[in-house]
């Protein structure tokens, strides 16, 4: 039973309720009688957020009629009943008058959709596919999953790629978001998670954030560090911006993009000098520790002061802060991962953790914030080019046999690792990949280098989206599938703390609509693997993953769909039932290296890709806004967020000379688009920042390097060269490629004094579907 | 000593607009947001205020005393209500009363609204929307001694002067521990007087 009963009372959070002393609110406690769900006739479904890698609890309340109509806090382990404006907002999308309620197909690009039954759109899709694999090989036709899918999802996406497609070109979007951590923490830990839950946070004596605008993007994080820092833990922050959390740190680092790695090394180089190592941890624990040490003398501070645009004191303040209390903590996101050095930049965080002992203890270790709901879990079950199922390695022989045994396939028949997001791009342009489905992702705006993308993509010569709106990715496409929203289905997805959750099913999909595992799973019927794609449900797709995941690392065997049910949710490993799974790693000093040990890593800090010049003399960097999720395929029509953060901006220091909402052309090597200023002293005088929510010509990725970082192959978002100049008006910002309506918020003409924004958001179009 | 009431701590806003939201998603005044948030220093900092009905205390309720139409109830634990929308004209007489800019009139009913405390909540044990949502805690719901339970040595004022008038509310407001012996000003701070820098 998913639902919760009606009449079942709202959970209480003991820390707001208890009862009270003022007035008759606080005399009596809580009335038998209080406010309960059924006083309207309504259930309170219990599930996730479909947002970032936070994954809070929350219910979504459904009327009578079975339909989803609103949210209501849950106090769940994760949240306590926070939430952020995106999750509040969330469940406007189930019912949203955009939602794709039928397939659409046309043979070319220069045509309008029409309506096709499944049935069509199915047909040609599989005949297409054969068209392309019989005339160029399997390897001809791509698959780009998403991470906004549950963990089922994911497993099937992998699954499909290998053996109904049987090409070796599968990837997902959530290679624009952690992989470089995921790298990083592999390569030091032989396990790719975070090594802490949030609750951590609370117990550290010194937090260090760093890239992580935690205010905007994981808003609901704040409660724990403002936990901490309650209890007295000090709180730096190392970003070129002055993010919200930065206003209030004791130390706020504003370094320049892409400069990450030799900040760090800089720091453990004054951990060293002042004798703040914990050496009897490195040698018990770790390998590589003497390279590491001899790498980081080369990074006095002022090397690194001239590197990073920083005073050298800074970084002598951080090394003193960090390594001079008993439990410490490091926290990073995309604005450490982003970058052509991603993942060294990641191991330099690692290595100065390692370095002061700050691993596998109650507030002490580290953590990557995922930006995805599922970023986390998207990766770990054969969705990523180079992984199977349980985090196997596509390349190592005995997981090959292992995969190829539970599905039932000749080993022969597994194809090899293909070639990351971006990089199948470029195998568009160059033809080597003709064919592509697309599964929830919306690369037209994720993606780097916008130009790029829209010419791999129209050179393709078939190519289908899933989707519940139609983004500007699907609006490229020949078919696209209106498959369900994350309310209309069930499934697990896991958190930025590896934690597994379940996400309940609050409402039937509307008709003509189908889950994204039926419809893999018919096109595999379609293309010959009926036997090997026999799930009725997500349940029987995570019975096989639970399964496929015994044994590995990523071992999820123990966890049922009946114990997050019961729980807040159960951390892997958790290899059987009775396992209460593993919240904090390595607390008996073991890594997941056979050795048991950490390897340290020699990181040597390399300039970004994009060179500044006399032409370009500006860092430009991108990010988000607190109102916005990722593409903003969903978040972009829904009113209050759009009328919260109606179009981007660029963020210029006063010291460039324009005033607030001035015109400013951003230019970039690749092209140059025009945002209203945001004049503040809150960015560096040397950088720019645009939130890159928004498509063409508001693009923030039409300016962004498509330079890849070597390992993860993560794209360089957060750091290229530029110039701004004043232009002579603002472009507009498009509408949603469909955009018949947004949710119609009925706050209209209220007023106070002043008068509110108008409802209308900027630059919403009213034209139907085509 | 002061009961379960609001707490704003503007030192943990960060501006997300959660609150704003979950007002939205409030009972009762579903689909409408009795909360502003402000930037009080913008341009330099990213710095943000959330505001919401203070509930008045002394002199009690300015909205309610203006109100010609006697719609405004002030309940006797001291919430200031919406006003009832059988008595209310929509005179706006509330909106130029109220110190802090809170009640919104809608137009075209003619009716003012305002925050409640989500009395549909609170009297049944139940923090409002906003501070059960807020992320960081900038709205708190509790007593003095829960805020201090869980934030120690946290200082709070629920006072303000506007001019020669002093006003004390129902909700308060967190302040730098140096800045609580006085009243707080009401409004944005002056930092100028002909020109002169009083900061």
Redesign the interface.
């Known amino acids: 039973m998913t639902h919760a009963q009606a009449g079942q009372p709202?959970p209480?959070?003991p820390?707001?309720?208890?009862p009270?002393?003022?007035?008759?609110?606080?005399a009596g406690?809580?009335?038998a009688d209080?406010?309960h769900a059924d006083q309207?006739g309504e259930t309170l479904v219990p599930t996730h957020c479909c947002f970032c890698g936070v994954q809070c609890g929350m219910y979504l309340r459904v009327d009578q009629a079975g339909k989803v109509f609103?949210?209501e806090?849950r106090n769940h382990d994760i949240n306590r009943?926070?939430?952020?404006?995106k999750?509040?907002?969330a469940y406007q999308q189930v019912n949203h008058p955009d939602r794709l309620t039928s397939p659409l197909m046309r043979s070319n690009r220069d045509e309008p959709f029409r309506e096709v039954s499944w049935e069509e759109a199915l047909d040609f899709t599989v005949s297409e596919v054969r068209r392309i694999q019989g005339e160029y090989g399997n390897d001809a036709f791509g698959l780009l999953g998403g991470a906004s899918l549950f963990s089922e999802k994911t497993y099937l996406v992998g699954k499909f790629a290998r053996v109904a497609l049987k090409t070796r070109h599968v990837d997902y979007n959530g290679r624009l978001c952690m992989v470089s951590a995921a790298g990083a923490n592999k390569l030091a830990f032989g396990i790719d998670r975070a090594g802490n839950p949030f609750s951590d946070i609370l117990l550290t004596d010194c937090l260090l954030i760093a890239g992580s605008n935690v205010?905007?993007c994981f808003?609901?994080?704040?409660?724990y560090l403002?936990?901490a820092r309650?209890r007295g833990a000090t709180l730096i922050v190392v970003d070129p911006r002055?993010?919200?959390?930065a206003?209030?740190a004791d130390l706020h680092v504003a370094l320049k993009p892409g400069t990450d790695s030799a900040f760090f090394n800089s720091v453990l180089h004054v951990v060293v000098a002042e004798g703040l190592t914990d050496e009897a941890y490195l040698a018990a624990h770790t390998t590589g520790w003497e390279e590491v040490k001899k790498t980081v003398a080369d990074y006095p501070p002022a090397r690194a002061a001239e590197i990073c645009g920083v005073p050298e004191e800074q970084i002598v303040q951080v090394a003193r802060m960090f390594a001079g209390v008993d439990k410490a903590m490091a926290w990073h996101a995309r604005g450490v991962e982003h970058h052509s050095q991603g993942v060294e930049n990641c191991l330099s965080i690692i290595n100065l953790c390692v370095a002061t002992g700050n691993i596998g203890r109650p507030g002490a270790g580290y953590g990557t914030i995922t930006g995805q709901g599922n970023g986390q879990g998207g990766r770990e079950h054969g969705q990523k080019s180079d992984l199977l199922p349980g985090g196997r390695s596509i390349a190592n022989p005995e997981h090959r046999r292992q995969i190829c045994e539970i599905w039932g396939i000749d080993e022969a028949e597994l194809p090899p690792a293909g070639t990351s997001m971006m990089e199948m791009v470029w195998q568009m342009q160059r033809r080597e990949i003709r064919g592509l489905i697309g599964i929830c992702n919306n690369p037209f705006v994720s993606l780097p280098n916008y130009a790029t993308v829209k010419d791999g993509y129209d050179t393709a010569e078939f190519h289908a989206q899933f989707d519940f709106f139609l983004s500007e990715t699907a609006a490229n496409a020949h078919v696209v599938f209106p498959v369900t929203v994350w309310a209309e289905d069930e499934g697990v997805m896991a958190n930025a703390e590896a934690r597994v959750v379940k996400h309940n099913k609050a409402q039937e999909p509307p008709a003509g609509v189908r889950t994204d595992t039926w419809v893999i799973c018919e096109l595999a019927r379609r293309l010959g693997a009926a036997d090997k794609f026999d799930f009725p449900d997500s349940r029987s797709v995570f019975e096989e993953l639970r399964i496929a995941s015994a044994g590995t690392v990523n071992d999820y065997y123990g966890i049922t769909y009946e114990r997050l049910e019961e729980t807040g949710g159960i951390a892997w490993p958790c290899p059987d039932t009775e396992h209460p799974g593993t919240p904090r790693l390595f607390e008996d000093g073991r890594t997941y290296h056979p050795d048991g040990k950490v390897h340290l890593q020699v990181v040597e800090w390399h300039p970004p890709m994009d060179p500044y010049s006399e032409e370009f003399p500006l860092s430009l960097t991108t990010g988000r806004t607190?109102?916005h999720f990722l593409s903003g395929n969903q978040t972009r029509r829904l009113g209050?967020l759009v009328e919260?953060t109606p179009r981007p901006w660029v963020e210029v220091h006063?010291s460039l000379g324009f005033r607030?909402g001035d015109p400013v052309r951003v230019v970039t090597r690749r092209g140059s688009e025009v945002f209203p200023a945001l004049?503040?002293?809150?960015i560096r005088p040397d950088t720019v920042f645009v939130p890159y929510h928004w498509p063409v010509p508001t693009a923030a990725n039409a300016l962004t390097i498509d330079a890849l970082d070597p390992r993860s192959k993560i794209p360089e978002y957060k750091v290229c060269a530029a110039r701004v100049e004043p232009a002579e008006r603002i472009d507009e910002v498009p509408a949603p490629p469909t955009a018949p309506g947004q949710v119609a918020?009925?706050?209209?003409?209220?007023?106070?004094?002043d008068p509110?924004p108008p409802t209308a958001p900027q630059g919403r179009g009213t034209s139907e579907r085509s | 000593?002061?009961?379960?009431t609001i707490f704003i701590d503007p030192?943990?806003?960060?501006?997300?607009?959660?609150c704003?939201?979950?007002c939205?998603?409030c009972?009762s005044h579903r689909?409408?947001?009795m909360i502003?948030l402000d930037y009080p220093d913008?341009?330099?900092?990213?710095?943000?205020l959330p505001t919401v009905c203070m509930h008045c205390e002394d002199p009690v309720a300015p909205c309610a005393e203006v109100c010609p139409a006697d719609a405004i109830l002030v309940t006797?634990?001291?919430v200031v209500q919406q006003a009832d929308t059988s008595r209310c004209i929509g005179c706006a007489n509330c909106?130029?009363a109220c110190p802090f800019?809170?009640?919104?009139?809608?137009?075209?009913a003619k009716l003012q609204?305002k925050c409640n405390l989500c009395y549909?909540?609170?009297?049944?044990?139940?923090?409002p929307?906003c501070?059960?949502?807020?992320?960081?805690?900038a709205l708190f719901?509790?007593?003095l001694d829960?805020l201090r339970a869980?934030?120690?040595g946290v200082q709070v004022a629920d006072s303000f002067t506007f001019g020669a008038t002093t006003v004390s509310t129902g909700v308060a407001m967190v302040v730098p521990a140096d800045k609580v012996q006085w009243p707080v000003p009401g409004g944005l701070p002056i930092v100028e007087v002909n020109g002169v820098d009083v900061r």
């Not at chain 1, 808003?219 to 409660?223: A, D, G, I, W």
């Not at chain 2, 000593?1 to 379960?4: D, F, I, L």
């Not at chain 2, 913008?42 to 943000?48: F, L, Q, T």
């Open positions: 709202l209480l959070d820390s707001v309720a208890p009270g002393t003022r007035n008759f609110r606080d406690g809580i009335p209080r406010w309207n609103g949210v806090p009943m926070r939430l952020c404006p999750g509040i907002n205010g905007e808003p609901v994080m704040t409660q403002w936990g309650d002055e993010t919200p959390i206003r209030t607190v109102a209050a919260q006063p607030n004049v503040t002293e809150a918020y009925p706050e209209t003409q209220v007023s106070r004094a509110l | 000593m002061m009961g379960r030192g943990r806003c960060i501006g997300c607009q959660a704003v939201s979950a939205r998603e009972d689909g409408k947001s502003h913008e341009g330099r900092s990213v710095a943000s006797a634990d001291g909106v130029n800019g809170v009640p919104k009139i809608d137009l075209q609204m549909d909540r609170t009297a049944y044990g139940l923090a929307m501070a059960t949502v807020c992320p960081t805690g719901y509790g007593t829960e869980e934030r120690p």
